[in-house]
């Protein structure tokens, strides 16, 4: 069974940082995909950046630069570092991980297998 649990989310004031984590599963195939979505208050859930088993990175076309996705070096959790924070980031935020298929693949906004829990961040003005 994969857990993924997210933690870091809290309340910032407008221009302060965060840095969400979230304990993914460490799979030694490529082809696996890792994302953070977030559902702002009373709106749908929607993406905000993706990682593939290579590192590369993808960014939803409305999140601005000052979002960051990574991986440590163990591969063992999902960092998203939010810079700047203003109140429109207020969301609650959930880290996603889709299972490796063998060989590299463009990973989907849609259909990740495992979520974790959710993490509040407000941000105020």
């Known amino acids: 069974q994969v857990h993924l649990v997210e933690s870091g989310g809290g309340s910032v004031q407008a221009g302060g940082s965060l840095r969400l984590s979230c304990t993914v599963p460490?799979?030694?195939?490529?082809?696996?995909?890792m994302a953070w979505f977030r559902q702002p208050p009373g709106k749908e859930r929607e993406g905000v950046a993706l990682i593939d088993s290579d590192g590369r990175t993808t960014y939803a076309p409305y999140i601005e630069d000052r979002f960051a996705i990574s991986q440590d070096n163990a591969k063992v959790t999902l960092y998203l570092q939010i810079n700047s924070a203003k109140p429109e980031d207020t969301a609650t935020y959930y880290c996603?991980?889709?299972?490796?298929?063998?060989?590299?693949?463009?990973?989907?906004?849609?259909?990740?297998?495992?979520w974790g829990q959710g993490t509040q961040v407000t941000v105020s003005s």
């Open positions: 460490k799979w030694s195939y490529s082809g696996y995909c």
């Open positions: 996603a991980a889709d299972p490796p298929v063998g060989g590299w693949r463009k990973c989907p906004w849609v259909n990740y297998k495992y």
